[in-house]
């Protein structure tokens, strides 16, 4: 008989620090690591196609790291490491062979099905086999699959090397969004079952290819059973919350309560229980061994951030009510079209509604909490303007107008 683990009990203020150094904010990262160890830290990075001041899967480690180069993001991302040429010729070969098979370098990353369409690093591949089981036995969208198309996808990813679905033979039918060809239909099928792999985006159209080229063959055949799957993915998820309820991990890669329910005994978890919570809660062991203290960054939040992109678990930590308007009618919008919460010594301090005009960062909209705000506020919009190559800061509406004439003369002193 094993005994069970010790309980632990967190103050509320003591979950937040955890849940901020966990997500890479509480403490710097590792610079030296990079992108590429953020996107490991976090397990998933989510993709998007909102693009304001860059796309959401840009914000993440800019938000963590600060002003990276954008194209040096996207290399990290996608760019696997160069590889020397084979000093040997290439034999020839059968025409049914994979050509680019012998020199193609393996991905860091790829794209799939996550807390949503999720950049995730190569190494968890095998742990997604449950969700590519689960798409292979399940009904289909109403798309047509025309005979023989999913055939000939395969063949020509197999003879031609990682193709876009336009270049595969086109991606719609029609000019509208939802009318895929059957090319498309048959890729994202070959997607979801895990024949195919996104490998890239170019110009925000997936770039696929097949799995048995694009993921290492360590990995490819680790088709581990739906609890292993389970187990790492719940793990990895507390990792990477460092604390939360079974709603919280259950919803960082969207799994289901009763699969959380099914392994977190024996996950790596610890049970603890969180002032003001009112809901059982697991930890990562790690997190708890040294109390969570380190230098706080300030920076503009992606709405799709890890660390706020569950709506009730930030109310609960931050005591902050965020949602992302782009998609609600604009005379019902309160904060803007893609309002970024303002983190700021620990804390979500304010929102900011962002555009671009030329060499200018608009701040469309300006939410503050109170006067203490506007020196965190002035910051973050500075560095963001400074990442996204804008000289100029302008501020349009504010919800307390008697805060404006602070925040514009922070702002003026450091653009002096």
Avoid at 51 to 74: F, N, T
Avoid at 170 to 197: F, I
Wanted: positive net charge.
């Amino acid at each position: 008989m094993t005994s069970s683990p010790p309980h632990t009990n967190l103050s509320a203020d003591e979950a937040r620090r955890i849940a901020l150094r966990a997500q890479g904010f509480l403490t710097t990262p590792n610079r030296k690591a990079g992108v590429r160890g953020i996107l490991r830290h976090l397990g998933a990075v989510q993709l998007d196609t909102i693009s304001v001041l860059a796309r959401s899967h840009e914000l993440i480690p800019y938000a963590r790291l600060g002003a990276i180069p954008r194209k040096k993001i996207e290399d990290a991302y996608w760019n696997p490491a160069p590889t020397t040429p084979p000093t040997t010729p290439t034999p020839t070969l059968d025409p049914n062979q994979n050509p680019h098979a012998s020199s193609h370098p393996h991905p860091h990353a790829f794209e799939y099905w996550s807390h949503a369409a999720c950049i995730l690093p190569v190494e968890e591949w095998p742990h997604f086999a449950f969700r590519r089981r689960a798409y292979r036995s399940r009904p289909h969208w109403n798309h047509d699959l025309p005979p023989g198309t999913y055939e000939q996808v395969i063949k020509q990813l197999r003879t031609q090397g990682p193709l876009t679905a336009t270049e595969l033979g086109g991606a719609k039918r029609t000019s509208d969004w939802w009318d895929w060809s059957g090319t498309k239909v048959a890729v994202e099928r070959a997607l979801m079952y895990g024949e195919v792999v996104c490998v890239e985006r170019r110009g925000w159209k997936r770039v696929y290819d097949l799995a048995e080229r694009a993921i290492p063959d360590t990995l490819l055949h680790d088709e581990l059973d739906d609890a292993e799957c389970l187990r790492r993915l719940v793990r990895l998820a507390g990792q990477s919350l460092g604390v939360g309820t079974r709603a919280d991990i259950a919803d960082y890669h969207r799994l289901k309560a009763e699969q959380v329910d099914a392994v977190i005994a024996d996950s790596g978890l610890v049970p603890v229980t969180v002032e003001g919570w009112g809901k059982p809660a697991w930890a990562d062991p790690a997190a708890l061994e040294t109390p969570a203290r380190g230098r706080h960054r300030t920076t503009l939040l992606s709405p799709f951030d890890s660390l706020i992109w569950e709506r009730a678990r930030t109310e609960r930590i931050f005591g902050f009510t965020h949602r992302l308007e782009a998609y609600v009618p604009k005379p019902k919008r309160v904060y803007g079209y893609f309002a970024m919460p303002v983190l700021a010594g620990g804390h979500l301090v304010g929102r900011v509604d962002p555009a671009r005009e030329g060499n200018t960062l608009v701040a469309r909209q300006v939410t503050l909490n109170g006067p203490k705000a506007v020196p965190a506020v002035a910051q973050a919009l500075l560095e963001a303007a400074s990442w996204v190559n804008c000289t100029n800061v302008r501020v349009e509406r504010m919800d307390a107008p008697d805060l404006r004439t602070p925040l514009t003369r922070e702002l003026a002193q450091s653009l002096a």
